[in-house]
């Protein structure tokens, strides 16, 4: 898993509940970031966060909230789950220097909003 | 004009076959080019890591990035069923934190 961890894996939501995506890595790197992938869309992001106590907006944030818990932990929340919202949602890792564009994924959580 | 072009097949090939992956982007500012594999129901792995023009080999992955017709390509040597996958382009202009990813070509291998 790259060194990334994801719960949960799977998810069901009824639309207007809330829910929140773990995401957590074991390699102490500064970048962390949160991917939705839809059929023929392909991976957005959503938010990322370069450096512990820091987050930005990436290309889709609306009806999205993150949290940078510490180095380690950055967590997605969905405040009222939407249909639209229905995905498969990526966190993601990078190096904090040089290489820092080069991240690592995730085993991903699929997340279906009824 | 998206950023970033990728033909999303499907592309099917025999076993042992030379297999060609394109993308086409128009951000001039791009200077770091990857190549992602996503297997079924997976998260995507890197695969290669170039920067600026060139080619990178590793074992039988050959990627090209050719900055002046904006073009990049991966190369699969001697194709493998095990290579059947979705291939995913990504690119960034190493000043921000960034990638912008191709819609990906499911490529298979036949036995």
């Known amino acids: 898993n790259a060194g990334v961890t994801q719960t949960p894996k799977f998810q069901v939501l009824k639309t207007g509940q809330s829910m929140t995506l773990q995401c957590a890595q074991d390699?102490?790197?500064?970048?962390m970031y949160w991917y939705r992938q839809d059929p023929g869309m392909g991976l957005r992001l959503i938010y990322y966060s370069a450096s512990e106590g820091t987050t930005d907006k990436g290309e889709v944030p609306n009806g999205y909230n993150v949290s940078r818990l510490n180095k380690r932990e950055f967590s997605l929340r969905l405040e009222s789950a939407a249909p639209s919202q229905t995905s498969v949602y990526f966190c993601?890792?990078?190096?904090?220097?040089?290489?820092?564009?080069?991240?690592?994924f995730g085993p991903g959580t699929r997340l279906l909003v009824l | 004009q998206k950023e970033v072009e990728q033909d999303p097949g499907p592309l099917s090939v025999p076993e042992g076959a030379i297999v060609s992956l394109n993308c086409t982007y128009s951000?001039?500012?791009?200077?770091?080019f990857m190549w992602y594999r996503q297997y079924s129901r997976k998260g995507p792995e890197l695969l290669m890591y170039t920067y600026s023009s060139g080619n990178k080999e590793d074992g039988r992955f050959t990627a090209q990035v050719d900055k002046s017709s904006k073009y990049i390509s991966l190369f699969i040597r001697d194709s493998q069923p095990s290579d059947s996958a979705t291939y995913l382009c990504?690119?960034?202009?190493?000043?921000?934190?960034?990638?912008?990813f191709g819609k990906g070509t499911l490529l298979t291998v036949n036995p």
């Open positions: 390699m102490n790197h500064n970048s």
């Open positions: 990504a690119m960034s202009e190493g000043s921000n934190y960034k990638l912008t």
């Open positions: 951000n001039s500012a791009f200077q770091y």
């Open positions: 993601a890792r990078a190096l904090e220097t040089g290489v820092r564009e080069t991240q690592y």
